[in-house]
Every structure is written in structure tokens, then in C-alpha cells.
């Protein structure tokens, strides 16, 4: 049994996250400040005798360090975040904090307490216009948002101070993310998430653009499990977490309504302002570095998502 750390534990992937180190047989230290993350997403591991939640900051000098302390730590998984490009927009210097400052705080964590791996959510962000696809890690690197800025610094420092300090540091680059306790209620939400419950309360969705528009969509279960491969990893690296396969909006629309007979047929508006036409990751280094490939189908992630 191994003891990790997961700073954001309440939040969509933390949740899942922990799910699945429990399961595996380890123990957690779940870090949360609530300010996004929520109690429910840890029900089931609130009754789990090897989790602790702890409610903290983790961009708070020494709040990690604190918790690494207590007793021998595996890894660290990084996963607390302002995870909004729309508010790292409106709020630079919160995005600053919550997403470079914690990046340090952690690093300086796994530094003083020889935490052997630090597993970090880095982004398809990073890449910002992607000019070819699928994307490899060794694609330029261009963001375009403070957010994606920030993904990519938290790369360098993570990666710098592994180096340096010798300690295993994984940057994971997720795509498009979705799965059950994604949080749907902003307009930037994930479109999954949106269209979910939309459906559910028998309303159109809005389909902005022609919905030609396609993703990388990965279940958060399979997320969760490319983290648990990360926190046994040897090599310090990047590497996209992705499934290699593309979906566009309009086909999901088609397998989401599937389960909603009768469901109003979507709406179109005007294609959403700096949205991308395409994002396609190329799995390949995570599957040499981590072993790690994309289990879940899109249509068995739509059906767990819907319970079904
Ligand atoms: C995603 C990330 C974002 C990241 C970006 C680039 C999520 C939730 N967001 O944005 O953090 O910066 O990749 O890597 O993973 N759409 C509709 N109707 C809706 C909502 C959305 O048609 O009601 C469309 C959007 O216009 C877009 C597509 O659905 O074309 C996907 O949108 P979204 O889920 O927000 O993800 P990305 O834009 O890919």
C-alpha cells in the first residue's frame, strides 16, 4: 500500500482520482478548499478507512508541506486548480496564485519531505492553435490564456525541481475531459456536461456553430487511472492524456439523444468566439512512458455518465 496525496480531492477528476487509489488499495490525503470542489463528489470516499479529507489551501505557504510531513508520501497529484480559461481571463492574478503559486507550494513540498513523485493536470491548453494533428508533445507550445500560460510555467517548475531535487515529476496533459460530478453550470462548462443536463430537464441544446466542430473526449475514468499509472511512473515527462480518436459535437449530440426519445432537436447559434475547429491528442508517449491507453468508449462513458 502506498500513500499519496491529491490536492483538489473534491473536485471532478480529484474525486475520480481517489476513487480509484482507494481502489487500488492505497491511502489518501484528500486536500480541498471547497472554493469549486464539492463533499458530494466524495461520498463514497468519506466512508473509506483510508481517506482523510483535509480542508486547505493549497497556494497557502506551507499548507502542503504541513500535510507531506505527517508521515512517508508517495506522491503528490496535483490536481487543485482555477480551471476556467474565462475567469483565468477575468482574474489573471487569482489564476496566478491558484495556478503557479500552488504549482511551487507542492514542488517545495516534495523538495523538504523527499516525496518521490509528483503527478501534475497539465492541459491540451498548453498547445493553444494547434496547426497539425493529432498532437504530439513535441508540437510548439503557443497559449493563448493566462490559464494555459500557467499549465505550461507549473511544466517547467515541477520539471526543474524534479531534475534538481530528484524526485519523478509527470506532467499529464488532458484533453477534452467528461464523465459523472463535472460541474455544468457555467456556459464554459464541458459540453458533455452541459448537453447532459440539458437533456435531462427535456430541453434543447444549443450547438454553437455548425457542429462540424471535433474533440479528443476522454472519460474521467480513464483519467483517474492514467493518474494511478503516473504515481508508479520512473521517468520524469509530458504526456497528452488523450484517446487518439476524434468525436464532433454533432455526433455526440446524436448518441446523447439516443437515450432521450422524444427530446427537442437542437438548436444553432453563432460559433463561440476563439473556439478551435479541431483538437486531436496523439496518445503514443503515454502509452511508452505510463503503458497507459484509453479503455472507456465514448458511447459506454456517455452511458455511465447517464447512468445507464
Ligand atoms: C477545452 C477546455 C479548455 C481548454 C481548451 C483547449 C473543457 C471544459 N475546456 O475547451 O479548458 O482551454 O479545451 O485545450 O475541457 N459548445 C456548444 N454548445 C454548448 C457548449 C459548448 O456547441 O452549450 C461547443 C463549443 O463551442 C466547442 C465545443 O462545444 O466548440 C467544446 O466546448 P468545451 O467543452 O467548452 O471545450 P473546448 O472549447 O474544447
Known sequence: ?????????????????????????HSVAGLDNFRTGRRENLAAALTHPQFELIEAD??????????????PVDAIIHLAALVSVPESIANPALNFSLNIEATQQ?????????????????????YG???????????????????????LAS??????????????????????VFGPRQDPSSPY????????????????????????????????????????LAAQATTSGVANICTGRSTSLQAIVTELARHFPGVPAPRYGDA????IL???????????????????????????LLGR
Open 1 to 25: 500500500m502506498a500513500h499519496f496525496i491529491v490536492t483538489g480531492a473534491a473536485g471532478f477528476i480529484g474525486s475520480h482520482s481517489v476513487d480509484c487509489l482507494l481502489e487500488a488499495g
Open 58 to 71: 493549497v497556494a497557502a505557504p506551507g499548507a502542503v508541506a504541513g500535510i507531506a510531513g505527517r508521515r
Open 106 to 126: 507542492v514542488a517545495e513540498a516534495a523538495r523538504i519531505h523527499g516525496v518521490r513523485r509528483v503527478i501534475f493536470a497539465s492541459s491540451a491548453a498548453v
Open 129 to 151: 492553435n494547434a496547426t497539425q494533428l493529432p498532437l504530439a508533445e513535441t508540437a510548439e507550445m503557443r497559449p493563448i490564456s493566462p490559464y494555459g500560460a500557467a499549465k
Open 155 to 176: 511544466e517547467a517548475i515541477l520539471l526543474g525541481h524534479a531534475a534538481a531535487y530528484g524526485f519523478v515529476a509527470r506532467c499529464q496533459r488532458y484533453f477534452n
Open 189 to 228: 462548462s464541458g459540453v458533455i456536461s452541459i448537453f447532459q443536463q440539458r437533456y435531462q430537464a427535456g430541453q434543447p441544446v444549443t450547438i454553437f456553430g455548425d457542429g462540424t466542430q471535433s474533440r479528443d473526449f476522454i472519460s474521467v475514468r480513464d483519467v483517474a487511472r492514467a493518474n494511478l
Open 272 to 275: 463561440r468566439s476563439g473556439d
Open 278 to 304: 479541431h483538437s486531436l491528442g496523439s496518445p503514443e508517449a503515454a502509452w511508452r512512458a505510463l503503458g497507459f491507453r484509453a479503455e472507456v468508449s465514448l458511447e459506454t462513458g456517455l452511458a455511465e
